[in-house]
């Protein structure tokens, strides 16, 4: 492998396999000249530590919007060497042949985002050296729950999921889809009594007595009637979605945006030339959502600590340790509903406090927001157990 030497070759290149071997680097036009733009506004910044610095900040202060793509291109060039090591390391110990080190590469590589999200520009001594390690995990979690699911039937990856893993899968639907699809899978939990075979792996699809009650428990859960047929097909979308979000795929960055003939993504980077107002504008709300955010986990942090001790264990296990709620039952020696009940009370008890807390720093809270807490309340959960 060639090393890069240059900012722009660091920044805008990518590696080129063929038959699982490394042929060439691959220059992409539209990061090629993002970094020649900003180098050309800031030549004294020569040292590639401030260029990544400078992309990550600018890539967390951009989000969901074209030029987040392009700050996210330029670190994904960056770290390409991290990758292709940290892959190479786990390759040759994978007990199947069937993942080429290309194809790994893909889904390390592919996690840059969540790398970029979990860790800080401003504390991390060396953003390269926290990636090397996470796409180490990234591959091996990859491969773990890749090997799973292959074995797994609909149902029987139904009864193994985590909440936490199927909320990861259902990202992109609407607030209200993700509540019905999330219900339905509760209900199915609360109510399907497998017939183990394979631990699980291979379970029988439910009975129509079995259907009747999970149609039951829905209607029990949000006064809603639905049929069986909805039910499985939400449930069947649900284990879909769980596969297909286990298989990331890599899109070039060489491909057209959509939709848009004219213009290019570097065309709307952030002007490195901030003014001063709007700097101090942005460190101001900055400073209040970290406020915000602090008071969130003070209230919630309180509420916990208030449960009974059992509870506190249950949400441990249910969260932290990501155990179903057949497995929390098992290990606890309770019953199935139980654990659900526990939960359910917990989760409602915390987000009376959520409502209540933000009904107080602003009482004239939309409804529509209000209906959302309860997502906010789910990932809040996953972090703070995480």
Known sequence: MRVRQSIPELFSTFLRFESDQITSWSTDSRLHRSIQKHLAQM??????RFWVMYWHR???KEEASPRQQISAGHISAYLQEACYWSVQKIQPKTSSQQFQLADLFQVAIA??????????????????????????????????????????NHWGLLLK???????????????????????????????????????????AAPSAEVWNAIVTQYKKETGEAV???????????????????????VSSLNMPRPGQDDGELQDEVIDSRDSLL??????????????????LNQVLETAIAEFDVSVQQLLQLYYQQQFTQQQIAKQLEVQQYTVSRKLSKAREALLLKLVRWSQAINPATDPEVIKSMGLVLEEWLQKHYS
């Open 43 to 48: 030549p004294e910044e020569t040292a590639d």
């Open 111 to 152: 996690a840059v985002p969540k790398i970029l999200k979990a860790c800080d520009p401003d504390e991390r001594a060396s953003l390269k050296t926290y990636a090397s390690s996470a796409f180490g995990n990234v591959v091996r979690d990859w491969l773990r729950q890749r090997r799973e699911i292959d074995l797994c």
């Open 58 to 60: 600018c890539w967390r």
């Open 227 to 249: 049929s069986p047929a909805t039910l499985e097909r939400w449930l069947t979308d649900c284990a879909n979605r769980v596969r297909s979000q286990s298989f990331p795929t």
């Open 161 to 203: 999921l985590s909440r936490k893993r199927l909320i990861e899968a259902l990202q992109g639907l609407d607030a209200s889809t993700i509540e019905q699809y999330l219900t339905a899978w509760k209900c199915f939990e609360l109510c399907y009594l497998p017939a183990k075979t394979l631990g699980m792996r291979q379970s």
């Open 278 to 295: 709007t700097e101090l504008i942005e460190q101001e709300e900055q400073r209040e959502r970290q406020d915000q955010r602090s008071q």
